[in-house]
């Protein structure tokens, strides 16, 4: 019998690249994760499509997380939560799936960011850079192996005044709060938790 366990999530930014010499979604993340707890992995991901689809799958398998939330930083007054990542060139070949869904309640995802105070809007492309193909990885991984559950990628703005690291992280910690509390312990679910 599986002893009981809180759900594990993974979190992950990217790094900085170009003119961009902080990321707000690295900045970001590694505030929630810090006021979220134990149980949420962070990780931080290169800016580059093979490295980061590598890196990102060595930290599924290694933690076996229960969901996953990959932020990226994309310019726009608001934040995205995106539903749809589609296939580069540089990752799979002519057999595997040209678009993935995401899989994460967007109503849920919708009341968080509006009670952090935060603009955002439903996307249906991810764009054409690496924070699209590093969510189709994880959405590829996921189709293949069962898990994640839950897998979703939320672009963030650049830093600024309105949108300050403190504040985006408080709308990836409360996206992350509640699905944290609707989700069953591994004893629930049956699921068997990967050795250390």
């Known amino acids: 019998m599986n002893a009981a366990r809180k759900p594990v999530i993974l979190l992950t930014g990217f790094e900085p690249f170009g003119s961009h ?14 006021r979220l707890g134990a149980d949420v992995v962070l990780a931080r991901l290169p800016v580059d499509h093979v490295r980061a689809a590598q890196a990102l799958t060595a930290l599924l398998v290694r933690h076996h997380p229960d969901a996953c939330l990959l932020t990226g930083l994309a310019a726009g007054p608001r934040l995205r939560v995106e539903r749809v ?25 919708g009341l968080a960011l509006r009670l952090a105070k935060l603009p955002f809007r439903i996307s249906h492309s991810a764009g054409h850079y690496v924070c699209n ?22 672009h963030v703005p650049p830093l600024s005044r309105r949108f300050t690291a403190k504040a985006l992280a408080h709308g990836m910690e409360e996206i992350l709060r509640r699905r944290r509390a609707l989700m069953p312990t591994a004893s629930e679910t049956g699921r068997s938790i990967p050795p250390g």
């Open 133 to 154: 193909s590093t969510y189709w990885a994880l959405l590829n991984f996921r189709m293949n192996h069962g898990w994640p559950r839950y897998a979703a990628f939320l």
């Open 21 to 34: 010499r902080r990321n707000s979604s690295w900045e970001a993340a590694r505030i929630a994760a810090r």
């Open 85 to 109: 990542a589609r296939r580069h060139r540089t990752l799979g070949g002519p057999d595997v799936p040209a678009r993935l869904h995401g899989d994460w309640p967007v109503s849920e995802s």
